[in-house]
């Protein structure tokens, strides 16, 4: 099975579970190797505690044969108490020995010569007992005794020194494999941590194929989409992100499907509904202004309607189109060196008459400044700018056309007295198609394309624009160019 055929989650399930099942065997088999150097460790102390126990044990039945020799040749209490309490330990020391010697090697054999030794031993020590308490005299029991207690010795020696060089063949050989366990304990970490980094790296680069590289195809063709190129092939296999991939590529092909029927119906507007409409509106121009006879009263009032319905229907047509070149990247700037003050003066002329039927004052400033702009297009955004005062402001009200330089950038300014913009609008006001729906807006109703244009036209430029507004006080919108340079004398 290929790695992009695995879904994302067991991708990740691989990413988590394949380590912590190789940290579990690393620490397993290090904690196995640690124990066993424990064992190594622990018979070498538990050798060199035989040892010492039986070179004890050897010490105290010699002392107690010699203890007991001189009580019988002095018959002084001294040699006495020394004897007794020999002959006390003496069968302690033996059964401890046989504890120690059960985790020895060859521990059956050593049991059973130590049961076979230390029991004429302590039988031994008992019949010493009995005939001290008797207190039987004379040289045939000495001799008797004498001679037993130094076959018994001679017997418990060799036994003993058996176990003693049992002890020291196991005490010669633990540090060799106390080292040998060191070694290899070493070299399993240097292994474990050569297996992480491998790990690491491997996981890395399956990790990178199968889903990075992926991820790195479906961001690609975002850009691709934003561009307006042809997307990548779709991702193979049966993943979230394959399924993702082709979900994108189904919704590229529906933005291209709506493209082309939006570029069809833009067709359909420019050749079938805007020339009509530049014809029904020059003719109704015609009627209107009496060149073709004049009309009587009621129909010269229908005419009117007629002419400023078919102005506002072309205007909206106009817009569209506006959008939609700026949109497809056909919106072509003719820039050149204009006068700022030409610009803002064309401007209000354009809609000096409109203010003025409501009795709004229009105030604009001077200046000496020059842009870098289509003045043509620069002046439509001032139209639009206070076209939009003009909705908003009450009767007899005051709009101000200001200009002044900011930096390297000319800024324009429209200020109005109207009610403002609320704060829910001020975010969106830009977008296509939306509207401030307030009461003293009515008179003025627009399409919502308006302030998209302006701010498509300012961004062609190089510009921003922006607004300032608080509830009541009216509104400032403002955009800023690029200046001119000083004319070259």
């Not at 990413?15 to 690393?26: A, G, N, Q």
């Not at 054999?109 to 008992?126: M, N, Y």
């Not at 119906?265 to 015609?286: G, W």
């Not at 030409?342 to 000496?368: F, N």
């Amino acid at each position: 099975m290929k790695s992009f055929d695995l879904r994302l989650s067991h991708k990740v399930l691989i990413l988590v579970s394949v380590p912590i099942v190789l940290m579990l065997v690393f620490v397993a088999t290090l904690a196995a190797l640690q124990k066993q150097a424990e064992d190594e460790i622990w018979r070498e102390r538990h050798s060199k505690a035989v040892i010492a126990e039986c070179n004890s044990l050897m010490h105290n039945f010699m002392d107690a044969g010699m203890f007991l020799f001189l009580y019988e040749e002095t018959h002084q209490r001294s040699f006495l108490k020394s004897y007794q309490s020999m002959s006390q330990q003496i069968p302690v020391q033996i059964n401890s020995l046989k504890v120690m010697l059960r985790d020895s090697p060859n521990s059956e054999d050593s049991l059973e010569q130590l049961d076979k030794v230390g029991g004429s031993a302590v039988q031994l020590l008992r019949k010493a007992d009995q005939v001290i308490d008797s207190k039987i005299e004379g040289g045939g029991s000495k001799s008797s005794s004498h001679a037993e207690f130094v076959q018994t010795s001679t017997e418990m020696l060799s036994c003993l020194r058996k176990f003693i060089d049992e002890q020291q063949d196991v005490e010669r050989t633990n540090p060799k494999n106390e080292a040998r366990l060191r070694l290899w304990i070493s070299q399993w970490l240097c292994a474990g941590v050569l297996l992480s980094i491998l790990l690491a790296v491997a996981l890395a680069v399956f990790f990178n194929r199968a889903t990075t590289n992926r991820l790195l195809v479906l961001v690609d063709n975002t850009y691709r989409l934003a561009a307006g190129k042809e997307l990548r092939d779709k991702l193979s296999g049966n993943d979230e992100i394959a399924h993702l991939d082709g979900v994108f590529h189904d919704m590229a092909f529906a933005l291209k499907e709506t493209s082309r029927r939006k570029q069809e119906l833009v067709q359909m507007v420019t050749h079938d509904l805007r020339t009509p409409l530049t014809s029904i509106n020059a003719a109704l121009k015609i009627m209107s202004s009496g060149i073709s006879g004049p009309l009587p009263d009621k129909a010269f009032k229908q005419v009117g309607i007629a002419e400023r319905s078919s102005d506002k229907l072309l205007n909206l047509v106009n817009d569209l189109l506006d959008i939609e070149r700026m949109e497809t990247g056909n919106f072509a700037l003719e820039l050149q060196r204009a006068s700022a003050q030409q610009i803002v003066d064309a401007a209000a002329d354009s809609v000096r008459a409109l203010l003025s039927a409501r009795g709004i004052k229009l105030v604009v400033g001077e200046t000496d400044l020059w842009v870098q702009a289509d003045p043509r297009r620069i002046e439509q955004v001032l139209i639009n700018l206070l076209s939009n005062a003009a909705k908003f402001s009450a009767d007899h009200a005051r709009v101000e056309l200001q200009v002044s330089a900011a930096d390297d950038q000319v800024e324009f300014k429209v200020i109005d007295q109207g009610r403002g913009v609320p704060a829910e609008f001020q975010t969106a006001i830009f977008e296509r198609f939306a509207q401030v729906k307030m009461a003293d807006s009515v008179r003025g109703k627009g399409t919502g394309l308006g302030l998209p244009i302006c701010k498509a036209i300012v961004e062609a430029h190089g510009g921003t624009i922006a607004m300032t507004s608080r509830d009541g006080e009216g509104s400032i919108f403002w955009f800023r160019i690029k200046q001119a340079k000083p004319e070259e004398k």
